[in-house]
Nanobody, 127 residues
Framework: VQLQAFGGGLVQAGGSLRLSCAASGRTFISYAMGWFRQAPGKEREFVAAISKSGGTTYYADSVKGRFTISRDNAQTTVDLQMNSLKPEDTAVYYC?????????????????????WGQGTQVTVSS
């Protein structure tokens, strides 16, 4: 599966952005999807994940209540709605796809569990 993320940009603190990730291929429904981010000088970190059906979601504590992950299996897209953005949310955001037999919190949060990655989209939140 090939992934392309878009929707990043510059926004003031307190604002909102919606990231989208478009996936190619007919097997999109076979993949759990995740969003990760990497700020300058920091390691890539988990943001959110969603199961194949969309029925289960996981969030990092730092974004819980502010971000919402969703997917449209018919359109083969996964979105990340980001509200109440903070300067510390500034990072390059990556979408990822993982072939999980079943999703779990431990598995979903590990970048090594995902075999496919998009190119990343920059999100900058100004204070």
């Amino acid at each position: 599966v090939q992934l392309q993320a878009f929707g990043g940009g510059l926004v003031q603190a307190g604002g909102s952005l919606r990231l989208s990730c478009a996936a190619s291929g007919r097997t999109f429904i076979s993949y759990a999807m995740g969003w990760f981010r990497q700020a300058p000088g920091k390691e890539r970190e988990f943001v959110a994940a969603i199961s194949k059906s969309g029925g289960t979601t996981y969030y990092a504590d730092s974004v819980k209540g502010r971000f919402t992950i969703s997917r449209d299996n018919a359109q083969t897209t996964v979105d990340l709605q980001m509200n109440s953005l903070k300067p510390e949310d500034t990072a390059v955001y990556y979408c990822a796809a993982g072939l999980f037999a079943s999703i779990s919190l431990v598995r979903a949060t590990k970048s090594s569990a995902y075999g496919y990655w998009g190119q990343g989209t920059q999100v900058t939140v100004s204070s």
